[in-house]
T-cell receptor, first 111, second 115 residues
């Protein structure tokens, strides 16, 4: 079953604006990961946040995790046209390396 | 490093045909997995392996077989192709150690059409 559920599913913004995506999940997790997929390509790992972390930064990316609400958010600051892609959250359960992916957020950054 | 490679990039099969999708990684990763991606469905796990000689089923294993004779290779076999198996298939690998989960590295995908 799908563990991650992203919201909103489609986002269109102007270059330079910030983009925020949310992800909710149902069960306790080991960690949560965000991936990017450019059209027609494989997924690329962006950031991993562990269940005992609340916030993590990587360049223009900021991820938060609220385990009490079983939700995470991905913020992309100062967006660029190259950020146009689909973004997926994926949750990892304890005890194995399996990931459960959400359905993805499509982000379009207009130059 | 080539990372994760997949062949072929595109394939068209007729219903009932069989074929093998190839996946190889050169990062000495223990964990490898196969996903299928369908529009609006995200990625669904088909089969995975935690090391050579060890495989297990994922969320949607029916109609697919896997084996893992080496650390590097993890082929996916379609036994008797059906139109419902039309999809994009991704192979991924990661460093796996015990209960910890790490980032996964994805191949470029194989686009399969079954007519």
């Amino acid at each position: 079953s799908q563990q991650g559920e992203e919201d909103p599913q489609a986002l269109s913004i102007q270059e330079g604006e910030n983009a925020t995506m949310n992800c909710s999940y149902k069960t306790s997790i080991n960690n949560l990961q965000w991936y990017r997929q450019n059209s027609g390509r494989g997924l690329v790992h962006l950031i991993l946040i562990r269940s005992n972390e609340r916030e993590k930064h990587s360049g223009r990316l900021r991820v938060t995790l609220d385990t009490s609400k079983k939700s995470s958010s991905l913020l992309i600051t100062a967006s660029r046209a190259a950020d146009t892609a689909s973004y997926f959250c994926a949750t990892a359960l304890y005890g194995n390396n399996r990931l459960a992916f959400g359905k993805g957020n499509q982000v379009v950054v207009i130059p | 490093n080539a990372g994760v490679t997949q062949t072929p990039k595109f394939q068209v099969l007729k219903t009932g045909q069989s074929m093998t999708l190839q996946c190889a990684q050169d990062m000495n990763h223990e964990y490898m997995s196969w996903y299928r991606q369908d529009p609006g469905m995200g990625l669904r796990l088909i089969h995975y392996s935690v090391g050579a000689g060890i495989t297990d089923q994922g969320e949607v294993p029916n109609g697919y077989n896997v084996s893992r004779s080496t650390t590097e290779d993890f082929p996916l076999r379609l036994l008797s192709a059906a139109p419902s198996q039309t999809s994009v298939y991704f192979c991924a690998s990661s460093f796996g150690q015990g209960a910890r989960t790490y980032e996964q590295y994805f191949g470029p995908g194989t686009r399969l059409t079954v007519t």
